[in-house]
């Protein structure tokens, strides 16, 4: 693990923007440097930041509590002047986890140096900085990114032929009786002609995912629909997504996705997959909330390329010393992205997916020093090779119950990783 030295305390400044200073900004994702980049933006709101004033690297079964500890650490001897006051002002971490104990890519937490942020039309900056009251800065659209060229996908750890055949073993074991679901992932290389840049594919995301959370932290870059975990002020809320069924290739034809629409909510296989996760994290926020509210059934969540049975879940909060981070270690690895029971489903992954996860479906978002933050599911997603940023490694799920089918599970997957080939076309 690694920290800013203790002996130098983080030192960070908000301030408010001006109108005529906004004015100048465009969009959050139009700030953004092409190196040490960061972002966790939803419709035109959110952060994003750039530079690394510190950085907490964690690993292993203890990897979220190692870094929720250093985290804390940090803003014990931090020196702070606020004048906007509101959840992700002062100094904020963005931060990505494996999604695996045994996974070499760990976790981590990057301190930027320069944090913009835009919340119900306030717009704000914070300057970070080691021992020294940092600079001031005024924020100022970047150069514009080149879009991929040349970009070609091969298969990664198994073949689609070969990954249907694994959700077919996969069916036989729930039938057995070994889990009641497990959620099967794959990836995808792309390969493009010359290093890609990471801001043209979040703009790309944005811009045909609005209702999603557009993120990238440390080489890890998509637009995730799910967010596990919020907390502000005491209120917890999440939003559990399972069971999902593909749009029509025609937009103009909104009857076929309103008949869609009703498909998916009728499903029996699709409402038994939802209420694993809903039941999955209920359970594991329950402990941590004084109340929460779990709606009696899901709603169908409308995204570009597909449709989602969702629930959205709150609470309030029990006990005022928990983190976001530590809301969001509890709830990792829900059954939305894992299966049910956990242990056995997790096992189960281990022994058929035949690749490391790395830090798709982990949590990935932000936290500033009062706690309070945003951690989605990273979902949609790529991480950026670290030896050739030519190179990407796509990724997609499925959860699997007994009435699944491999050829349709397949198609799923497909489904799902449509935004990421997009953004890279």
């Known amino acids: 693990m690694t920290t800013a030295p203790a002996s130098r305390p983080l030192v960070a400044r908000t301030v408010p923007l001006s109108g005529a200073a906004v004015a100048e900004l465009g969009g959050l994702l139009d700030l953004l440097p092409r190196e040490q980049a960061a972002a966790w933006v939803r419709g035109g709101q959110g952060l994003v930041g750039w530079g690394e004033a510190a950085r907490i690297e964690t690993g292993g079964p203890e990897r979220f509590a190692d870094a929720a500890a250093a985290w804390?650490?940090?803003?014990?001897h931090a020196v702070v002047r606020d004048e906007v006051n509101l959840p992700g002002t002062g100094p904020v971490a963005f931060g990505s986890f494996a999604f695996s104990d045994a996974s070499a890519a760990g976790g981590v937490l990057v301190v930027p140096e320069v944090v913009v942020g835009c919340r119900?039309?306030?717009?704000?900056?914070?300057?970070?900085?080691?021992?020294?009251?940092?600079?001031?800065?005024r924020p100022a659209p970047?150069?514009?990114?080149?879009?991929?060229?040349?970009?070609?996908?091969?298969?990664?750890?198994?073949?689609?032929?070969?990954?249907a055949h694994t959700v077919a073993a996969a069916i036989d074991r729930i039938t057995a009786g070994e889990v009641e679901k497990v959620v099967l992932a794959r990836d995808?290389?792309?390969?493009?002609?010359?290093?890609?840049?990471?801001?043209?594919?979040?703009?790309?995301?944005?811009?045909?995912?609005?209702?999603?959370?557009?993120?990238?932290?440390?080489?890890?870059?998509?637009?995730?629909?799910?967010?596990?975990?919020?907390?502000?002020?005491?209120?917890?809320?999440?939003?559990?997504?399972?069971?999902?069924?593909?749009?029509?290739?025609?937009?103009?034809?909104?009857?076929?996705d309103l008949r869609l629409a009703a498909s998916l909510a009728r499903s029996s296989k699709d409402l038994e997959e939802h209420e694993y996760a809903v039941r999955s994290v209920a359970e594991a926020l329950a402990p941590f909330c004084a109340t929460t509210n779990v709606p009696e059934s899901p709603f169908v969540l409308h995204l570009a390329n597909v449709m989602h049975l969702a629930t959205e879940i709150s609470?309030?909060?029990?006990?005022?010393?928990?983190t976001s981070l530590d809301l969001a270690a509890r709830l990792h690895p829900s059954a939305a992205v894992c299966g049910t029971p956990t242990k056995a489903a997790a096992d189960l992954i281990d022994e058929?997916?035949?690749?490391?996860r790395d830090r798709y479906a982990g949590p990935v978002g932000w936290m500033d020093a009062d706690g309070d933050g945003e951690w989605g599911i990273a979902l949609r997603c790529a991480r950026i090779d670290a030896d050739d940023d030519r190179r990407?490694?796509?990724?997609?799920?499925?959860?699997?119950?007994?009435?699944?089918?491999?050829?349709?599970?397949?198609?799923?997957?497909?489904?799902?990783?449509?935004?990421?080939r997009m953004a890279l076309d």
Not at 229 to 254: C, K, M, Q
């Open 72 to 76: 804390a650490d940090l803003n014990r």
């Open 120 to 137: 119900d039309g306030v717009w704000w900056v914070t300057t970070i900085g080691l021992g020294s009251v940092p600079r001031s800065v």
């Open 142 to 163: 970047a150069d514009g990114p080149q879009p991929p060229r040349g970009v070609a996908f091969s298969p990664g750890a198994q073949a689609p032929d070969e990954w």
């Open 188 to 256: 995808v290389i792309a390969t493009a002609q010359a290093p890609v840049d990471p801001r043209a594919l979040l703009r790309r995301l944005a811009a045909d995912y609005p209702g999603c959370w557009t993120f990238t932290v440390d080489g890890l870059l998509g637009a995730t629909p799910e967010m596990l975990v919020r907390l502000e002020r005491g209120l917890v809320t999440s939003r559990v997504l399972a069971g999902t069924i593909r749009r029509s290739d025609d937009p103009a034809r909104e009857a076929d």
């Open 315 to 322: 609470g309030v909060l029990r006990d005022s010393g928990s």
């Open 352 to 356: 058929l997916e035949r690749m490391d």
């Open 392 to 420: 990407l490694r796509l990724f997609a799920g499925c959860g699997i119950v007994a009435g699944s089918d491999p050829a349709a599970e397949l198609a799923e997957s497909e489904a799902k990783l449509l935004p990421m």
